[in-house]
Antibody, heavy 119, light 110 residues
Framework: QVQLQQSGPGLVKPSQTLSLTCAISGDSVSSNSAAWNWIRQSPSRGLEWLGRTYYKSKWYNNYAVSVKSRITINPDTSKNQFSLQLNSVTPDDTAVYYC?????????WGQGTLVTVSS | QSVLTQPPSASETPGRRVTISCSGSRSNIGRNSVNWYQQFPGTAPKLLISNNSQRPSGVPDRFSGSKSGTSASLAISGLQSEDEADYYCSAWDASLNGWVFGGGTKLTVL
């Protein structure tokens, strides 16, 4: 059974960097058959895919156009986890952030982290 | 504005059948399979239908999915009060090179 456990602060100041981590159990971040995603949800934006990382002989990333200039998703093979960094946040980045496994569909999700951007 | 279009709400009485539509384009639903998710307040979305019409283990056969061209549908038969939730469609978009979601449909069981 795959489990995804999210961690990270729930409050970030405007212009700073949002950082979250998703620890994986029951699978490997280096799996050749899965990708590891970050998705957020807010009343104004609904469900919004942010990006993913995956390994197929080498590491790849895909990022949403809306955040491409501000986002980094990194795998950490030593800890079997992956992280999200979103730079220069504004109040519009306030949302519940989810990590999720993607095997052509998102079958396992983290518990969600409400991140509020406020001074 | 979401890339995939869903009706914001739907309602039906217990025991009846309801369908939720999801409209996209050639770059997403027209080229790739559609997945459906069910979400209750305060919880993460749960995979309901994958690959247009496949039910993961544990999902009742009252839930079914279909796709035609650039549209897809989720049908729920024998409606039960516990089906009251938000439902989202999703597909990979080849032009955007990323996942896209519908805006969600809030289902009310009257």
């Amino acid at each position: 059974q795959v489990q995804l456990q999210q961690s990270g602060p729930g409050l970030v100041k405007p212009s700073q960097t949002l950082s979250l981590t998703c620890a994986i159990s029951g699978d490997s971040v280096s799996s050749n058959s899965a990708a590891w995603n970050w998705i957020r949800q807010s009343p104004s934006r609904g469900l919004e895919w942010l990006g993913r990382t995956y390994y197929k002989s080498k590491w790849y990333n895909n990022y949403a156009v809306s955040v491409k200039s501000r986002i980094t998703i990194n795998p950490d093979t030593s800890k079997n986890q992956f992280s999200l960094q979103l730079n220069s946040v504004t109040p519009d980045d306030t949302a519940v952030y989810y990590c999720a496994r993607d095997i052509d569909w998102h079958d396992y999700w983290g518990q969600g982290t409400l991140v509020t951007v406020s001074s | 504005q979401s890339v995939l279009t869903q009706p914001p709400s739907a309602s039906e009485t217990p025991g009846r059948r309801v369908t939720i539509s999801c409209s996209g384009s050639r770059s997403n639903i027209g080229r790739n399979s559609v997945n459906w998710y069910q979400q209750f307040p305060g919880t993460a979305p749960k995979l309901l239908i994958s690959n247009n019409s496949q039910r993961p283990s544990g999902v009742p056969d009252r839930f079914s999915g279909s796709k035609s061209g650039t549209s897809a549908s989720l049908a729920i038969s024998g409606l039960q009060s516990e089906d009251e939730a938000d439902y989202y469609c999703s597909a990979w978009d080849a032009s955007l090179n990323g996942w896209v979601f519908g805006g969600g449909t809030k289902l009310t069981v009257l």
